[in-house]
């Protein structure tokens, strides 16, 4: 019932868009002969000539791109029987209890999901290729019980024939999004379109989480609800420890240019060393909460519900779920190889790839710390020893206070104990003296050669006065750290590991037409951006085409690290002045046609501008 309701609301939502469109091209054509009896003919010919091409030209564009277009398969690694005998004849299991048939193929996927796709033809007449995606996290995690409640309530989706209409409402919202993306924001057509659209995914979204529910009933049904209720409990758990995983251990190597060897293999190590606060976690009650926009209704309502079903009597099978696989390490290593790019970077065994991981963010650290010191004392090559003669002479206060604005010069010196430690670090691991160890269960240590805690924390502290300057030196020298070693690596900052904050299109800078990015490290200006409308479009595009940082390495990057002052003329629109430490100003200007990529984004560059401190 709840398949049938989907494809009819579907169907007949997808043709009423069309219906819109041509209710609109013929009040175009109304509008169009009226203004014709009042205006001239040509002017007429002007004022109604945005409308006709809203609703003409951006729904034929957008209905043949979406009627050429195919759902395309997630990328992952294809499992067959001979690969997953065990997976297979579990899936063959549950495929006959929840009465369809099985899919024509088993898809590991990187990712805290499961998921079912049908290339079904006819508006879901005829049934078409099944694939079942099966997120490997999951199979690192979950118990057998768990994992087969999951797969149950996705094979829930084909007896319920869920997937039928998968290609029409996947083409539905590739032709509206495609129409409204090509209608300018104050076109007055684009506001119907935007509001059908919200409609259109109103009901569908209500039809998904019916459906969501439905398959609840086959996991139930297949594997008991306590396995079932588990099941839903432990997804937002993976959901968190993978983030965790991912911020934590892969993506600052990754952004200072290593690859782990073995990605997937990483994660069910730490599931293992981090047993105790997962268990913690599953303590506490998942959180409720649940929009109408949502496409599966919350979590905590699933499990109520479930807890009210009729319950099957089925026996609890705690195995981890890895069992379902010949050898899921080498099935990792694979699925790594196909969806992981690492491109340039270098690929490191775990223990290689933490040291050099943190070793690369001290050294960010040190830099930082370097440049200021090249621009302070006009130093072509800053380094350790440069800020140690600073220290001698009496003068790391005057230096220090830059990093301490609200600070004395005496406060700061002392304040700079902390900065002093990752210099040190990152010259002893420069000399060879020591290492950063790797740990799934805690923070790395750094460690000397014979593997114990080296502590330079009170060395820091004696190294930022002058009396005690010697002693620290010492110290270094016994423990076979070198300050020479302590160099500058990067001699401009650039944009690693930055955050995007806010941008706007149409900025003159220097009197030049640019778009601007505002990451929280500096400035990104795109020159030669294009036709001047349809700016809040560009810059979307824009940042979805790379990362940040690869795009503050193909345009201009200004660090804000190399701002002297800001001078705020005008704040609408906005107009200002940025003196550099090297002398250079630049100016912008931005113009009443500029767009935001979002509504707070001027604010949020005249906040940033304005912490300079300029003086008008």
Same mark, same amino acid.
């Given at each position: ?23 609109? =091209?013929? $009040? ?14 040509? %002017?007429?010919? #002007? ?74 033809? =006819? ?21 057998? @019980? ?51 659209? +919200? ?70 190590? %730490? ?46 099978? $705690? ?15 694979? %699925? ?6 690492? $491109?340039? +970077? ?45 220290? !001698? ?8 206070? !830059? ?51 080296? !502590? ?30 302590? #160099?500058?690596? !990067? ?39 294009? #036709? ?6 560009? =810059? ?41 430490? @090297? ?13 935001? %990529?979002?509504?707070?984004? +001027? ?6 501008? #304005? ?6």
């Amino acid at each position: 019932m709840v398949a049938t309701f989907r494809a009819l609301a579907s169907v007949v939502m997808l043709a009423g868009f069309y219906v819109v469109a041509l209710i609109q =091209l013929v $009040g175009a054509v109304a509008l169009a002969f009226w203004l014709s009896t009042v205006l001239t003919g040509l %002017l007429a010919l #002007k004022l109604a000539l945005p409308l006709f091409g809203a609703t003409i030209g951006a729904v034929a564009v957008a209905l043949w791109k979406a009627i050429r277009a195919k759902p395309q398969p997630a990328p992952g690694l294809s499992v067959g029987p001979d690969q997953a005998p065990e997976l297979w004849r579990t899936v063959h299991e549950l495929a006959t209890v929840v009465g369809t048939r099985v899919p024509n193929e088993i898809r590991l996927v990187p990712e805290v999901n499961a998921a079912v796709t049908e290339d079904a033809k =006819l508006l879901g007449l005829i049934s078409g290729r099944r694939i079942l995606y099966i997120g490997l996290p999951l199979l690192q995690a979950m118990r057998v @019980d768990q994992i087969r409640s999951i797969l149950a309530h996705e094979l829930g989706h084909y007896s319920g024939r869920h997937t039928r209409l998968g290609a029409v409402a996947y083409r539905g919202r590739l032709a509206m999004g495609g129409t409204i993306s090509r209608i300018g924001q104050y076109n007055p057509v684009g506001w119907v379109f935007r509001g059908y659209a +919200r409609l259109y995914l109103l009901v569908d979204n209500a039809a998904s989480r019916r459906q969501e529910l439905e398959a609840d009933r086959s996991s139930v049904r297949v594997a008991g609800r306590a396995a079932a209720a588990s099941a839903l409990r432990e997804l937002p758990i993976l959901d968190a420890a993978w983030d965790f995983y991912f911020g934590r251990y892969v993506h600052p190597g990754w952004q200072a240019g290593y690859a782990p060897e073995d990605l997937f293999g990483g994660f069910g190590e %730490l599931l293992v060393a981090r047993q105790a606060e997962l268990d913690e976690m599953r303590g506490a009650e998942p959180e409720g909460g649940g929009s109408r926009w949502d496409t599966h209704p919350p979590i905590p309502e699933r499990i109520g519900i479930i807890a009210a079903a009729p319950d099957v009597p089925s026996a609890e099978d $705690g195995r981890p779920a890895r069992v379902l696989l010949p050898d899921i390490g080498a099935l990792g290593r694979r %699925l790594q190889q196909l969806v992981v790019d690492v $491109g340039e +970077r270098t690929v490191l065994p775990w223990p290689e790839f933490t040291a050099a991981m943190v070793a690369a963010a001290v050294q960010r650290q040190a830099d930082g710390v370097f440049r200021a010191l090249g621009r302070f004392t006009g130093t072509p090559d800053p380094g350790l020893p440069a800020v140690l003669e600073l220290v !001698q002479d009496g003068r790391l206060g005057a230096f220090a206070e !830059q990093f301490f604005p609200n600070a004395t010069r005496k406060e700061a010196a002392g304040k700079f104990v902390e900065a002093m430690e990752s210099l040190l670090q990152s010259a002893a691991v420069t000399s060879g003296a020591a290492r950063w160890q790797h740990s799934w269960s805690e923070p790395a240590r750094f460690v000397g050669r014979d593997g114990q805690p080296m !502590q330079l924390t009170e060395i820091a502290e004696l190294a930022v006065a002058p009396q005690t300057l010697p002693e620290a030196v010492a110290r270094l020298t016994a423990l076979g750290i070198d300050p020479a070693a302590g #160099k500058v690596v !990067q001699r401009r900052a650039d944009a690693t590991g930055a955050r995007l904050l806010a941008a706007l299109a149409n900025i003159k800078v220097d009197g030049v037409d640019h778009d601007l990015l505002m990451l929280n490290r500096g400035l990104v200006l795109v020159s030669n951006p294009g #036709k001047a409308d349809k700016g809040t479009k560009r =810059l979307r595009e824009l940042v979805d085409s790379a990362p940040i940082a690869e795009l503050a390495s193909r345009h201009q990057f200004m660090p804000f690290e190399e701002v002297a002052t800001a001078t705020v003329r005008k704040q609408v629109p906005l107009k200002a002045e940025l003196v550099l430490h @090297d002398g250079r100003r630049v100016a912008l200007q931005e113009g009443w046609s500029s767009e935001l %990529l979002e509504k707070h984004s +001027r604010d949020t560059l005249l906040k940033a501008l #304005k912490s300079f401190d300029s003086p008008d």
